[in-house]
């Protein structure tokens, strides 16, 4: 059973926050007792927002985050951690086999041009020759990863079983149940991912600043020591190359509209 299903984008929880909060609640509740019920696998799509505005640089997954409780992004942040808490209740109170899945930014073909986050605002504005809007000064960072690597990612970690080699020290940082970093450690700032997509798509847009939203992460960069020792996971694609099939996606929409 794959859980993947909650509004992921800022401008979709801001609008939906009580929705977002059900779907992390009840309907992992009614997804892991599918699991229950047919002695599935069960693979929740948790994500680097449990972190919060994190006081570390890179994340692992033994830090318990810097969150708010209240804040606008907290419908989601919470949410994805009251999924993660009742994903570990199941696993040891009825044994369901869990494995939750931490996903950082992740890009690339099939996200929508009004998305609101940064990497498909930035290409659709840059095509449509608008001003390329960055947040705050565009010194936080963020590790974007192109969704095929993110995909084989997860696909490991519902795969994985303990005869795949594993050292005594990474037995140690294995958490119970398993929970994973999926992400690339390329961190950049806002500001650059906004420059080089405007190099890339040769645009003439301007850059311009707006107001940072509040409780925005200042950095965000996966710890992925964990995947590349347990499932021999590391990302692929290199960055210019997902932004260039970022791009020739997003111009087929831009024709066929």
């Known amino acids: 059973v794959y859980h993947f299903a909650s509004p992921a984008s800022p ?16 309907g992992t509740l009614n997804a892991l007792g ?21 006081e570390i640089n890179p994340q692992n997954e033994n830090y318990l985050g810097n969150v708010s409780t209240t804040g606008p992004r907290s419908v989601y942040d919470e949410a994805k951690r009251f999924a993660e808490a009742l994903t570990s209740a199941y696993y040891h109170a009825h044994g369901v086999n869990v494995r939750i899945a931490r996903l950082f930014n992740t890009y690339g073909s099939r996200m929508r ?12 504005q840059a095509l449509n020759g608008d001003n390329i809007t960055v947040y705050g000064d565009g010194t936080q960072t963020r590790s974007s990863c192109y969704v095929d690597d993110t995909v084989e990612g997860i696909y490991k970690l519902a795969s994985y079983t303990n005869s795949l080699s594993t050292s005594s020290s990474t037995i140690e940082n294995i958490s119970d149940p398993i929970v994973m970093n999926i992400g690339n450690p390329l961190e950049m700032t806002v500001l650059d991912i906004a420059k080089s997509i405007k ?4 645009s003439k847009s301007e850059i311009v600043f707006k107001p940072l939203p509040t409780h925005d992460p200042k950095v965000r960069r996966p710890d992925i020591g964990l995947a590349q020792s347990l499932l021999e996971w590391h990302p692929k694609i290199d960055y210019v ?4 099939n970022t791009l020739e996606y997003f111009k087929t929409q831009l024709i066929e509209k």
């Open 11 to 26: 401008k979709d929880y801001y609008n939906h926050p009580i929705h977002t909060l059900k779907v992390g609640s009840i």
């Open 34 to 54: 599918i699991a229950k019920r047919h002695e599935s696998t069960f693979i929740l799509a948790s994500s680097s927002e449990v972190y919060g505005d994190p």
């Open 113 to 124: 041009a009004n998305d609101g986050r940064a990497v498909p605002n930035f290409i659709s």
């Open 199 to 202: 190099d890339i798509t040769d």
């Open 241 to 244: 190359t997902g932004i260039k």
